[in-house]
């Protein structure tokens, strides 16, 4: 079977002989950018790995096909989106890491409606379904959205939305009010100050009484090495240096390091987070708690 790759300097890519030694039909209607297709880590070896899975039995199968020209991410948006070029695996971690560390000043319980904002592929869900009475998931990355739901096919409690263009829009939630929100790892990417006070208003519309916002892993460390120092101490104590030190070389070379001369992210004082909350008639208090990957960054509660 033959494949299209439209635009993309690779024109056909043949599927694996395997499957059709299978008999297994290949379940892709379309191949682009949004399905099954993903590119390369490295800028040294451009190519797509495409991937397939059979709609009757499952089967999956993948292949990289080298060639083509990556065209350069330009906003964060559109980083996440991508290929990482830090790789997925890392978010697995900083789940475990999260529930390890949040039981005492985000704890999850039975009767819990949990909203993750910037779920990333829904690792967070994934870990904490079998607690609560529901996830919603939203990310503005439309990969890490289908992974998720591909994942987490077979958890009914789990729903993933995809964030559009105003991503602090959340009028597509209707009446869905949560007793747990959580943005973990994501206002860095925002462009402003004011973005992170619409977002908590946003999000206050959507909350339970009682409810907890948790603002986490955000940097507020100024300088670069204070909170590369961080990351790098997490991962000693926690025995996986070597993958961070890989990591971090990767993103010092790549898209990330590019992005964040050209984009710059965002840095947060706290007190001017405290300021949005203020603001908005709420107060919050900071977390030194080890969450995340990195013990350099601090998290934001608020009690609505
Ligand atoms: C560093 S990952 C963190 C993933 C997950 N929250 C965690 O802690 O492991 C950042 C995530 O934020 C998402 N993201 C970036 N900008 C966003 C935005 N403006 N709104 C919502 N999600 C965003 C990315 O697509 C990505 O999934």
Same mark, same amino acid.
């Given at each position: 079977?033959?494949?299209?790759? /439209? ?30 297709? #993903?590119?390369?880590?490295? /800028? ?91 996830? @919603? ?63 908590? #208003? ?32 997490? #991962? ?53 708690? /080890? ?7 601090? @998290? ?5």
């Amino acid at each position: 079977m033959l494949l299209a790759v /439209p635009d993309e300097g690779v024109p056909y890519v043949r599927l694996d002989q395997a499957a059709e030694d299978r008999g297994c039909e290949v379940g892709i209607v379309q191949l682009d950018r949004d399905i099954g297709i #993903a590119f390369s880590h490295s /800028p040294h070896h451009p190519g797509f790995l495409i991937r397939a899975n059979c709609v009757v039995c499952g089967w999956r199968w993948s292949r990289f096909v080298s060639g083509g020209t990556r065209s350069a991410v330009d906003s964060w948006i559109e980083y996440w989106d991508a290929q990482s070029d830090m790789g997925d695996g890392a978010w697995r971690k900083n789940a475990e890491l999260f529930l390890e560390g949040s039981a005492s000043l985000f704890p999850f319980g039975p009767e819990d409606r949990v909203l993750d904002i910037g779920s990333g592929p829904g690792f967070l869900a994934e870990s904490i379904r079998g607690r609560v009475r529901a996830v @919603h998931c939203v990310d503005t990355s439309r990969r890490y959205i289908e992974q998720g739901r591909q994942r987490l096919a077979d958890a009914p409690n789990v729903t993933f939305s995809l964030l559009g263009e105003d991503y602090l829009d959340f009028s597509f939630l209707g009446s869905e009010r949560f007793s747990r929100i959580v943005c973990a790892s994501v206002i860095q990417y925002f462009k402003s100050v004011d973005e992170v006070e619409r977002l908590i #208003a946003e999000v206050r519309g959507h909350a339970l009484p009682g409810a907890l916002l948790l603002i986490a892993d955000v940097p507020v460390q100024q300088h670069i090495l204070r909170d590369l120092a961080g990351l790098l101490r997490t #991962a000693w104590r926690r025995d996986y240096l070597w993958k961070v030190l890989r990591f971090t070389a990767r993103s010092l070379r790549g898209d990330y390091a590019r992005l964040r001369k050209t984009r710059g992210l965002l840095a947060l004082r706290p007190e001017q987070l405290e300021a949005c909350a203020a603001r908005l008639g709420l107060r919050g208090e900071w977390s030194a708690a /080890p969450l995340t990957l990195n013990d350099a960054r601090r @998290h934001f509660l608020i009690r609505f």
